[in-house]
């Protein structure tokens, strides 16, 4: 009862590797349990019953971040919280993805003053920026489908890593 | 409770160091007070029977750049028996930015002096534990202050973004 049902008689498929791995690592992609600002909320909305994020097997945060594969920078970074931030992402396992959500993560946004580190990519290395103040949900998931393609490209032993930021 | 009774109270104490420099549009006094005087004041204010400021709600510093004293700490006080608020003011001078506490008098006095200090680099004399509170500790300076520059980070657009980000400090893996 399962995928052989609806596929017919399959018998065996051949498939590298590599596909299937990256199979895993974007259908099972659990973000960080973190939001900062007011785009936390839009997070919260894209993972709730109306957007469903959970189609891409995303519906889980994880509270830890050496259960996490993924980090959603959701809001403005202060200077006070970007060593936290950085210590979160060293702790997370590699193979390991941000995702700068909004325009305040990604740029700074309007808080161009004293306390707001102009744009997360100052602390750690962005993968996907998502512009909006805050994005719809629609527009983070859209950065995540997008992220997803590029982890569909990585090698198995993920030193190929794509290091050119995607900006939705 | 009126505002002239307080002050008549104030006067009569404290003789000609005190007076009343102003009233909000909602009727509340404004009293500059002497710097030196000021654990004083609030101590009668607050153990006085008849007036009995108990409380102490707010406490800020503000920046008057370009003015003498450059520098004014502002209480405003809430007396819970008369339902009456007034504010007080001690002015403090740009060259000698310290002030007496107010813990001993309110204990709330402890974080909001920590955050006056914080942001216009103004020293409580006496504070039990005066630190930085909003800011990182290896801060430089005190950003509130009006001399600080407001913009972090020259704005970005087509013509120039090119040499923004040649010199911006990304970060590496």
Known sequence: ?168 | MENATVLARLQERFADNIGAIGAMRSGEITIGIPRELIVEVTTFLRDDSELAYNFLENLCAVDYLGRTPRFEIVYHLLSFKNRHRITLKVGVPAEDTHVPTLTGVWQTANYQEREAFDMFGIIFDGHPNLERILMPDDWNGHPQRKDVPLGYEEVAFNINDDQIYARKPFAKE
């Open chain 1, 1 to 168: 009862m399962g995928l052989e049902t609806k596929a017919g008689d399959m018998g065996v498929v051949t498939t590298s590797l590599e596909t299937v791995v990256n199979w895993g690592r974007t259908n099972a992609m659990w973000p960080l349990l973190f939001g900062l600002a007011c785009c936390a909320i839009e997070m919260m909305g894209a993972q709730g019953a109306n957007y469903d994020l959970s189609r891409f097997g995303m519906e889980i945060n994880r509270a830890s971040p050496r259960q996490a594969d993924l980090i959603i920078v959701a809001g403005r970074v202060s200077r006070k919280m970007a060593p936290v931030i950085r210590r979160l992402y060293d702790q997370m396992s590699e193979p390991k993805w941000v995702i700068a959500m909004g325009d305040c993560a990604s740029c700074g946004g309007v808080f161009n003053n004293y306390a707001i580190v102009q744009g997360v990519d100052e602390v750690i290395p962005v993968d996907v920026y998502v512009a909006g103040c805050p994005p719809r949900p629609e527009a983070l998931i859209d950065g995540i489908v997008q992220l997803h393609k590029k982890v569909e490209r990585m090698k198995l032993d993920g030193t190929l890593r794509d290091r050119t930021p995607i900006h939705v």
